[in-house]
């Protein structure tokens, strides 16, 4: 396949790596504006759903916001913010638009995951005398864990697939490659940019599982 | 109206907008749907033989499950451009992207549909001298009914959303306004077809959330057992004939309802 060696042929120029538009330039605004979202994604969303999760309310309202996140298309919402005042301002739409679909997963499984510890052991641990934050903390919060990785894991997916469609609206990223390939008619580039694109998707989904297998596990139910 | 239009002061809403270029939306509207609804069709084609062979054992599961899994992780902007060299820039690109990403979700929950029949159910339908095609068409595809449905459903407003990303290569349906107006700043337009395109999705769910009460009535019925066999032979009739041991296909119905809310 000539579009292979191609895309081949393009990702070994060095010349396609240096520059504001090359490969490395793309690849740190992507991490950046990606790793950016998703702190803050985190920052706002895990503390809501994990003590939530802690009093069991707003379980609707978790389960209708990871509903309501599919239902929308990021393109959209990217593009509004691009027709908006928000358009001056550098980064911004992109970040705003990454933390919005980053929240659905994170908020869900935070709750779920508080909800789904065992009932009987958050008697007992009542019943051994624990007050409400060290119930939290030491019962709720380790067992919980699994689930609430699984969901920082599904926003960081989400959120570096976001960040490629923000260059359908002109923003920065991995996805400028792609499109600029595009506008030039040049499939190669179009290929080696896609492949770079899925190949950091996969790369970050792989290192978020590592890390979760390496991190300490504590005696936790098991993995579903 | 007095002074100018809302299309030359660019506001977001414009009601103007939308009677002078409906021809546009319509279209746009049009090509969205049948994108969305011809993607999950195939989808669910395709997925039904995998959660198949997924179900033979480990061997299988694994494989399949793992590279549909995988397959979601690839952004769509990618996989719509991984795709051009294969299909060019055609609708059918756009479809096949869509497809596997719809894997996904259909295997999932056919799998787990399918899983959740009672081993007992099978043992009765085997036991009256059901070979495994009927038993698979009859018995075990109507009790998995629910989690394929549910899956259906979370399948087609997934892909309502993505097929906006399609307008890459100018098959994206209302993504097509949404592209070009981006650059030109058109308000109005980015509005209103990203409003349909959400209306969309909604509809698209109340309907097929309509589809599946009709289909497993039963699922409702679960509550209040005394009704459950008579509901269940109800639904025994309508999915031809699956089983004619009413408490066994209550009890199975039951438990597949159950697999459908996990499996979504």
New interface residues.
């Given amino acids: 396949m000539d579009v292979l060696s191609g895309a081949w042929d393009w990702l070994a120029d060095g010349a396609n790596w240096a520059g504001e538009n090359g490969v490395w330039h793309r690849l740190a605004e992507h991490v950046y504006v990606s790793g950016v979202a998703l702190a803050i994604a985190c920052a706002l969303a895990l503390p809501v759903g994990l003590w939530l999760g802690h009093l069991g309310k707003g379980g609707a309202l978790a389960v209708n916001i990871s509903n309501v996140g599919r239902a929308i298309p990021v393109f959209a919402v990217l593009a509004l913010f691009m027709v908006s005042p928000l358009r001056g301002w550098g980064n911004v739409p992109t970040i705003v638009a990454l933390v919005l679909f980053a929240l659905p997963p994170l908020l869900t499984n935070a709750y779920v995951g508080m909800r789904e510890v065992d009932r009987s052991v958050v008697e007992a641990a009542r019943g051994m005398g624990m007050s409400g934050g060290q119930l939290f903390l030491r019962v709720e919060l380790p067992l919980a864990r699994a689930l609430v990785m699984t969901g920082v894991r599904s926003a960081a997916v989400q959120v570096i697939a976001t960040a490629t469609i923000a260059a359908m609206v002109g923003q920065g990223g991995l996805g400028r490659i792609i499109t600029a390939g595009f506008n030039t008619y040049n499939t190669a580039q179009v290929f080696a940019g896609a492949l770079l694109v899925a190949l950091l998707a996969l790369v970050v989904e792989g290192a978020l599982v590592a890390a979760d297998r390496l991190l300490p596990r504590r005696p936790a139910p098991a993995d579903r | 109206m007095a002074g100018q239009s809302c299309l030359v002061a660019n506001d977001w809403i414009c009601w103007e907008y939308v009677t002078s270029r409906s021809r546009e939306l319509t279209d746009a509207t049009v090509e969205h749907v049948w994108i969305t609804g011809i993607s999950v069709l195939i989808g669910l084609i395709v997925a039904v033989p995998l959660a198949l062979l997924a179900r033979r054992g480990r061997r299988w599961a694994a494989p399949v499950l793992g590279l549909t899994t995988?397959l979601y992780?690839?952004?769509?902007?990618?996989?719509f451009?991984?795709l051009?060299?294969l299909f060019g820039l055609s609708a059918s690109l756009v479809v096949t992207g869509l497809v596997l990403y719809s894997l996904t979700i259909l295997v999932r929950n056919v799998l787990a549909g399918l899983e959740a029949v009672p081993e007992d159910v099978r043992e009765a339908a085997r036991g009256m001298g059901y070979g495994p095609r009927r038993l698979l068409w009859q018995v075990e595809m109507p009790l998995a009914l629910p989690s394929v449905l549910a899956g259906i459903r979370?399948a087609t407003?997934?892909t309502?959303?993505?097929t906006?990303?399609g307008?890459?290569v100018g098959k994206g349906g209302l993504?097509n306004l949404?592209?070009p107006?981006?650059?030109s700043?058109?308000?109005a337009q980015?509005?209103t077809?990203?409003v349909l395109?959400?209306l969309l999705?909604?509809a698209a769910?109340l309907l097929l959330l309509g589809v599946e009460r009709l289909l497993t009535p039963w699922t409702r019925a679960t509550r209040a057992p005394r009704r459950a066999g008579r509901v269940a032979g109800r639904a025994a009739d309508r999915a031809a004939d699956p089983a004619r041991a009413g408490a066994a296909v209550a009890s199975g119905a039951s438990g597949a309802s159950g697999a459908s809310g996990k499996g979504a």
């Fill in positions: 995988l992780t690839i952004p769509s902007l990618a996989m451009s991984l051009l060299p979370i407003v997934s309502i959303a993505l906006t990303i307008s890459i993504g949404i592209a107006a981006v650059s700043s058109f308000k980015v509005l077809a990203s395109c959400v999705a909604l769910d």
